[in-house]
Structures are given as structure tokens and as C-alpha cells.
């Protein structure tokens, strides 16, 4: 059950000041409450949280390897129910750890119909590694693996789409959420515990580091990217999206340009080109989920 | 009760009467018969656990992992391939310290892709924290599982268990086997007590990673549990004697060792090809004798030098290749170390990889090149194939 006043991702970590990630623990865990058992996958929220012999985290919390946190949960929850217990399983990993490295164990685990939540802290590459690009990571992102150079532009593919994965897998319950809208979080990880199955929540947390921002504009950054329409906040119920948040949409370009990985994007001159193609991005969002609000 | 089985029903047969909470696994031959038959046990509800039908070996061990710091007994089985994927999360596993038991059903290492018997895919994972046991017959690997689990779980190891047998020799071949009551299994096995787990009531965090003024000492607790294992082997061994009829207090078996000019060494079911070779060799006036490591993790060392003392010339099989070593396999290291003695030869011999037959006539002459000195070489090569 959600408890806002709880902490259950508490105090003395190591995270980078104006992390997203960090305040997206503190978020799931009021959503999810302290009847919860957390699987973490190897990265940046692993690392800041729990260097032995100290830990953030107030409920239990596994850590094995990088890509196999959705097996480990598998077992998690199959013990309990041996055992007659009633925790939620809860996993919590990185975009790497799920659009990537882990995506075959993630898949197994939905089709196996096990009762856990997966919940993805999407910072949009490999940050606890240096900022390398993942399946996550946006087009034109320069990132150390994609980096913007004489002969490219950065990342040259878009986000996969792992949230519509995860619900051709038959979950009932997929969700999107961005850590500017903190409350939406809170119901959305809440939600998705008390749903029968296998759930999935995926948070835009932007990260200071990796994007090149201050790290007071975090929560800013949230809410650009919302509002542009390259982040959309949706539920996907039983495969049907329900509910995605309408805004009054603002260019893409506002988001772009305060960023450090897109400033290839606008000097030594601005590249129009490239921009539109964003901009194209998040038009074909728009479209998809029906978030604008006319006037 | 006797019954004629086959030795992957041999092991399911065991498994059941361990009553694990949790089952795990992915199919690959020559493990498969163990865990369709554990699924059809589960399915007639005369196995009271959760079967975790997983989409990879990888995938089946990182739930064993998951279900067993939860607080359950858990059970795997794989071969070869299989338990090369999982080669990252069986060293995490131990690591973790926990105290999951696993058939391994020895196969080949592809390439060249091969399903047929021998022991390299247990030897390349020599050094992740596992016990070892291999088993010469069906009878011996149906009765390790519960010695491993008892073994495992004591608080003084917290390891997982190999349980390595020969696939096909022994997975598939028919062989008489005692299988005790449940109320038997039940009064040498006691059920699973976690040293701590995942708890809701009682939050703590596992796995966490740790800096260089911590690493150290966690490697060393591990291999300190695996040296303090050796004698929760002897003893829990000599316990299941005392129960059952059948000791396994030796970590080695001694056959006709004691007036012998020549010793062999070697693991699994060959060596019941090698103690009738020997018995012929006998007859005949040679004195030749076998030592069989059971344990190979913990190694025995201490049980190696004692049985192999005053004996000069010592032949190891091996049923692996330590590629680009002198002596060529990982079992003839272990005896010349344990040995310590320059006076004495130890030669290596790499024989029957991929499945490839030995016969008696085989150790025959493979103890004439023991005699004359000649070894740490491959045995029996095709030289019209090289």
C-alpha cells in the first residue's frame, strides 16, 4: 500500500546531487510501501545505495548481477508464494539493465506470469559506467559510445519502445510516469503492485551528469520533456492505453538546448534538420497518444 | 527399496525426497530425464514445489538465487552449455553464500558441439565457490543429493553443490538403486534453516557491492567455507552410513592401493572400468591400484598424500584439458601438489573427451605408459584424423 510520508530509500547515499534516479527511489517506495522485497540490477542506483557495510534502503534488498534482477525477482516471488507469503516483488533497474542486457530475462518473467512489478529508472544511457548509449538512449543524444562528431549527429536511432514490449507480453498493467509529476509516480508504482501479474513502470528520471544540466533543474528537465511530447506519461491497461497526460505542447527545441547532449544540435550553427526530426518524434507522439490540448 | 532406474530418475528420485520449495531449470541433454521427471512430479502433486519453467539456464539459476534468499530449498540440474551461460551467476551464487544444490550431468564444450560425456564443463568452473562431488554409479549420485543438501546448508559452509555425474554413462544407463522412506530422509535431513533472508519484517540488504578495504575478506570467508566443508563432508558422510548402509566419510576411494606399484587416479564412472582392469592386471601379477577423488572441491589433499604415499609412478585421467598447460589437466595439478614430492612421477593422461569409448584394454595400456614414463599428453588420438 502507497504510504507518502514513508522513507524507505532513506538518506546517506552516494548519488550526485539533483539525482533523478535517487528521487525516484524515494518515489517507488512510496508507492510500493515497506511489505516490499527489492531486486536491483548492477548500476547507478545499486552503487550510490548500498556500499558496504552501509544501505539506504529500510526493506529488503537484493542485488545478484547486471541483467538477471527479473529472474531473481522470478524466484523471489515463487519462494513467497511457497512459503505462504505476501510481499511485493519489486524490481529496480536501469534503462540498460532493461532495454538492454536484461530484456531476456524481463521477457521471460512476463511470460512466465509472475506477480512482480518491474519498475525501469530511465536516465537514458549507461551513466554509472561514464554515459555510454542504451536501447534507451534518445536520437541525436551524444553520448561516449554515440558521441556527436564531423560525420554524426550522435545516437542515430530512436527510444525503443519498451513499455508496448512489455505489453504484447499480455501484462496488465504498463505505465510511464515522470518524476516531475511526483504524485503520478506514487499511483502509478502503487497501482501496478496491487495489479495480479506481471507489471511494468517505466519513470523519466533526467540525470544531471549524463545530460548536462545543473542540478537544480532536474525536476524542470522532467517536466520539459513532458511538455515537448518527447516524454509521454501513459497507463497501458490489459493492452489498451488509457489516460495519457495531455499538455499544451511546447517545441522540442526549448528541451534540446538546454541540455549538454544535444548542444551539437545548436553550435557552431543550429542543425534545423536534425531538430525537425525530434521535433517529428515528438509530433508522432502527440499523434499516437492524443496529448494535445487544442484550443 | 531397491528399483532398477535410470540414473536421471535415480537423481529426480532424490530430489523429491529433499523436498526443495523451489525448481528451476532448463532443458539440455543429457540433464533433461531429471527435470521432465521432477516436472512430472509436480504435475501428479507428488512433489509439493514451485517448478519454474525459465526461459534459460541463466535465467534458471538467478531464480534458484532469488528463491533461495527468500528462504527456500532450491534445486537445479543442467550439463555443459548450460552451465557455461550460468558460469557468471554460479559465482555470485557462492559469493552470496548460498546453499543451492545442482546435478550436473558432465557433457562436452562446444567447439566442436558434442552432447556426449566429459567432465570440462564442472572443471572450467573449478574456481567459483562450489563444492564438487563426483559419483562413480547411480546409487552414489542419488545418495549425494542429500548429503549435499545437508552439507550445503549447515551454517558453517553456506555453499552450493555440483553434483557432477557422467552424462549418458550414467545418466541414462539402468542401474539397481536403495531408495530410503521420506521418514528416513526426513530424520537425516532437517528441513532448510536460512542463516538470514528476505523478509519484510526484517529488512537487510544482499549483494551489495564492496570497495577494496572489504573485497578481500569475502573471497577469503569463501574459500575458508570451502576448506571448513571438507569436514561437514566426512562427517555428515559418516552419518548417512551410519543411516543407510553406505558410508561416504572418505572424500577419496582407495582400491587396491595398498602394496601397489602403480597408481591411477581418476573421477566418475570410469573408474569402474579402471577397478576391472585393475582386477585383471592383478591376476596377472601387476600391481596396479585406483584412487577416485570423489570431492575434487574441497580437494582432498591431506586423503591424497596418505593414500598415494611410498607410490612412485601415479597416472592421472583426465576427462578435461587444461589447454596450454604442461601437464594438460586440471586433476594431475591437484595430485602433484597434494604429492609434493619431486622423487615421484605424476603424469597426466587427457582421455575419452567428447565421449570417446575407453575400454579396459585401454587403462591397460594407458598403465604401461605409466611404467615407462611416458605422459601429460592426449590419450588415444586418431593420428590418421591429425
Known amino acids: ?295 | 527399496m531397491k528399483q532398477i532406474l535410470e540414473g536421471s530418475h535415480a537423481v529426480a528420485e532424490a530430489v523429491k525426497l529433499c523436498k526443495p520449495d523451489v525448481v528451476s531449470a532448463y532443458p539440455i541433454t543429457p540433464q533433461t530425464h531429471i527435470v521432465e521427471r521432477l516436472a512430472e512430479m509436480v504435475a501428479d502433486g507428488d512433489l509439493d514445489a514451485e517448478y519454474i519453467c525459465v526461459e534459460s539456464e541463466f535465467s534458471a539459476l538467478s531464480a534458484c538465487l532469488g528463491s533461495s534468499a527468500a528462504g527456500s530449498r532450491v534445486y537445479s540440474a543442467t550439463s555443459s552449455q548450460g552451465l557455461l551461460l550460468m558460469a557468471e551467476v554460479c559465482f555470485n551464487v557462492a559469493g552470496m553464500r548460498q546453499p543451492i544444490v545442482m546435478s550436473i550431468a558432465n557433457r562436452a564444450i562446444s567447439a566442436p558441439l558434442s552432447i556426449w560425456n566429459d567432465q570440462q564443463d564442472s572443471i572450467a568452473l573449478r574456481d567459483c565457490g562450489w563444492i564438487q562431488l563426483y559419483a562413480e554409479d547411480a546409487q552414489e549420485v542419488h545418495d549425494f543429493h542429500y548429503i549435499a543438501y545437508k552439507v550445503a546448508e549447515d551454517h558453517q559452509v553456506l555453499l552450493p553443490v555440483f553434483i557432477c555425474f557422467d552424462g549418458f554413462i550414467l545418466s541414462h544407463t539402468y542401474e539397481p538403486v536403495d531408495i530410503p522412506t521420506a521418514e528416513e530422509v526426513n530424520a537425516f535431513l532437517p528441513p532448510y534453516k536460512p542463516y538470514n533472508m528476505l523478509d519484510a519484517k526484517n529488512p537487510l540488504s544482499m549483494g551489495m557491492y564492496a570497495t577494496p578495504e572489504y573485497y578481500m575478506e569475502f573471497r577469503y570467508e569463501v574459500d575458508q567455507a570451502m576448506m571448513r566443508s571438507a569436514d561437514l563432508l566426512r562427517k555428515v558422510g559418516k552419518e548417512f552410513g551410519e543411516k543407510f548402509g553406505r558410508d561416504y566419510s572418505n572424500l577419496v576411494e582407495e582400491y587396491r592401493l595398498e602394496d601397489a606399484d602403480v597408481a591411477l587416479v581418476a573421477m566418475g564412472s570410469i573408474c569402474g572400468t579402471i577397478k576391472d582392469a585393475i582386477d585383471e592386471m592383478r591376476e596377472a601379477g601387476k600391481k596396479v591400484g585406483l584412487l577416485r577423488i570423489v570431492t575434487y572441491r574441497p580437494f582432498p589433499a591431506e586423503e591424497v598424500q596418505k593414500a598415494l604415499k611410498g607410490i612412485t609412478k601415479i597416472g592421472v585421467f583426465e576427462k578435461n584439458l587444461m589447454i596450454g598447460s604442461r601437464m594438460k589437466g586440471a586433476v594431475g595439478y591437484e595430485i602433484k601438489d597434494a604429492v609434493n614430492d619431486s622423487a615421484v612421477q605424476v603424469l597426466s593422461y587427457v582421455a575419452g573427451l567428447g565421449g570417446r569409448d575407453i575400454t579396459i584394454a585401454d587403462i591397460k595400456k594407458m598403465v604401461g605408459e605409466i611404467e615407462a614414463g611416458r605422459g601429460d599428453c592426449f590419450f588415444g588420438l586418431r593420428q590418421e584424423l591429425i
Open chain 1, 1 to 295: 500500500m502507497a504510504d507518502k510520508t514513508c522513507e524507505l530509500m532513506d538518506c546517506g547515499h552516494r548519488a550526485c546531487g539533483g539525482c533523478g534516479p535517487a528521487y525516484a527511489g524515494r518515489l517507488i517506495m512510496k508507492g510500493a510501501g515497506p511489505e516490499s522485497i527489492v531486486c536491483a540490477s548492477t548500476g547507478c542506483m545499486e552503487v550510490f545505495s548500498t556500499p558496504y557495510p552501509q544501505t539506504a534502503w529500510k526493506v529488503p534488498w537484493i542485488h545478484s548481477l547486471f541483467e538477471n534482477a527479473a529472474a531473481v525477482a522470478s524466484g523471489v516471488e515463487a519462494a513467497l508464494k511457497k512459503q505462504g507469503r505476501k510481499e511485493n516483488v519489486l524490481c529496480i533497474c536501469g534503462d540498460g539493465a532493461t532495454f538492454d542486457i536484461g530484456i531476456q530475462c524481463i521477457s521471460g518473467a512476463f511470460e512466465r506470469g509472475h506477480n512482480i512489478t518491474y519498475i525501469c529508472y530511465d536516465n537514458e544511457a549507461y551513466m554509472n559506467t561514464g554515459i555510454q548509449r542504451s536501447g534507451a538512449t534518445p536520437y541525436d543524444a551524444s553520448t561516449t559510445t554515440s558521441p556527436a562528431g564531423r560525420r554524426s549527429t550522435g545516437n542515430n536511432r530512436p527510444k525503443k519502445d519498451m513499455p508496448q514490449i512489455l505489453a504484447a507480453h499480455g501484462s496488465p498493467y504498463v505505465a510511464t510516469c515522470s518524476l516531475a509529476y511526483p504524485n503520478d509516480v506514487i499511483k502509478k508504482v502503487d497501482r501496478a503492485v496491487t495489479t495480479e501479474g506481471p507489471t511494468y513502470v517505466q519513470i523519466h528520471t533526467p540525470c544531471c551528469t549524463g545530460w548536462g544540466f545543473d542540478g537544480s533543474k532536474t525536476i524542470e528537465l522532467g517536466k520539459m520533456a513532458v511538455e515537448c511530447g518527447l516524454w509521454v506519461n501513459y497507463d497501458i491497461v490489459n493492452g489498451k492505453v488509457e489516460k495519457a497526460k495531455k499538455v499544451k505542447r511546447k517545441p522540442v527545441e526549448e528541451y534540446l538546448k538546454v541540455q549538454k547532449r544535444f548542444a551539437h544540435l545548436f553550435k557552431p550553427q543550429k542543425n534545423e534538420a536534425e531538430i525537425a526530426k525530434i521535433q517529428a518524434i515528438a509530433d508522432a507522439n502527440a499523434e499516437k497518444f492524443g496529448i494535445d490540448i487544442n484550443i
